[in-house]
């Protein structure tokens, strides 16, 4: 079992920042990758970013390209998402997960095993 807790959502003024993190705890050495993803109400969870744990290879969104920037500190197994130029459809919960399996498909809610509890954020106009 793997156990994930993100923390550092909030309210902030459009092109503002935050900065997401994501500590795992339990089986992180059995971890291919982890990402992050978000839901606005009345919305579908969608893709944000994901990172390979080994590598640090990264995917981003189209939507976050340019913005948001995601990265890990695998000694603390925790994860990060460096959000810049906050826009107010960035509101959402925002959720990481991890993968076990090598499946490269990272942009897939499919392929993630855990998931977190989420931390809201929400940007003002």
């Known amino acids: 079992q793997v156990q994930l807790v993100e923390s550092g959502g909030g309210l902030v003024q459009a092109g503002g920042s935050l900065r997401l993190s994501c500590a795992a705890s339990g089986r992180t050495f059995s971890t291919y990758a982890m990402g992050w993803f978000r839901q606005a109400p009345g919305k579908e969870r969608e893709f944000v970013a994901a990172i390979r744990w080994s590598g640090a290879s990264t995917v981003i969104a189209n939507s976050a390209k340019g913005r948001f920037t995601i990265s890990r500190d695998a000694a603390k197994n925790t994860m990060y998402l460096q959000m810049n130029s906050l826009k107010p459809e960035d509101t959402a919960i925002y959720y990481c997960?991890?993968?076990?399996?090598?499946?490269?498909?990272?942009?897939?809610?499919?392929?993630?095993?855990?998931w977190g509890q989420g931390t809201q954020v929400t940007v003002s106009s």
């Open positions: 997960a991890s993968a076990l399996s090598r499946d490269n498909r990272l942009s897939m809610l499919r392929i993630y095993d855990y």
